[in-house]
């Protein structure tokens, strides 16, 4: 079944204490991106990435990284989350680079005390 | 700051009714139109894509664009309780191929 995996789907940590949300792909997609989603505020693009090696910032990327190291992983990294990173984050990902339809994974709930 | 904006609603519709789903964009150069659906709790769902002016049907959607007005809709025809959900407006930048502007989402629900 064509998929993205996310995990995990809800997790809670505390000020400070590095984490790493994993996310794969098995559509063979080039293009991947991380999304946060708060109330009233949609989905804001944390970083992206249109190849294996090749990521860029999009709107928020404050406080988070990321590696793609392979074509079909692409892990979302925090190093020293803060109580304003609670939020939904989904992983997406499309075909060559295309925006056109992006899959989502099912989203993981992070909440930082 | 290019934007998408919605009415964060919630537009409640009477079953059978026709849905308005409403969204302005202010980036000129945008060529991609985009309506996903996303249900309470869970991952959005691409249902209409529109990439040229007026009217495209599929099912119970139609999506409407107007490059002049900067507008983009959706019509939800006979509309059934399964329909309730957010609806998100995402629209390509104008000097990108990869990076969608989205809009923060119309709540609707559908009254039995």
């Known amino acids: 079944e064509a998929q993205v995996t996310q995990n995990p789907r809800y997790l809670i940590t505390v000020t400070g204490k590095k984490l790493t949300v994993t996310c794969s792909q098995n559509m063979n997609h080039e293009y991947m991106s991380w999304y946060r989603q708060d109330p009233g505020l949609g989905l804001r693009q944390i970083y992206y990435?249109?190849?294996?090696?090749?990521?860029d910032k999009g709107d928020v990327p404050e406080g988070y990284k990321v590696s793609r190291k392979e074509k079909r992983n692409f892990p979302l990294i925090l190093e020293s989350p803060s109580p304003n990173q609670t939020s939904l984050y989904f992983c997406?990902?499309?075909?060559?680079?295309?925006?056109?339809?992006?899959?989502f994974g099912s989203g993981t709930q992070l909440s930082v005390l | 700051q290019k934007e998408v904006e919605q009415n964060s609603g919630p537009l409640s519709v009477p079953e059978g009714a026709i849905a308005s789903l409403n969204c302005t964009y202010s980036?000129?150069?945008?060529?991609?139109f985009f309506w996903y659906r996303q249900y309470s709790g869970k991952s959005p769902e691409l249902i209409m894509s529109?990439?040229s002016n007026g009217d495209k049907e599929d099912g119970r959607f139609t999506a409407q664009l107007n490059k002049a007005s900067q507008y983009v809709s959706l019509l939800i025809r006979d509309s059934q309780p399964s329909d309730s959900a957010t609806y998100l407006c995402a629209v390509n930048e104008g000097d990108s191929n990869y990076q969608l502007i989205w809009g923060a989402g119309t709540k609707l629900i559908i009254k039995p």
């Open positions: 980036d000129r150069g945008s060529q991609s």
């Open positions: 997406a990902s499309s075909l060559a680079g295309r925006s056109e339809k992006l899959f």
């Open positions: 529109i990439y």
């Open positions: 990435s249109m190849n294996v090696e090749v990521t």
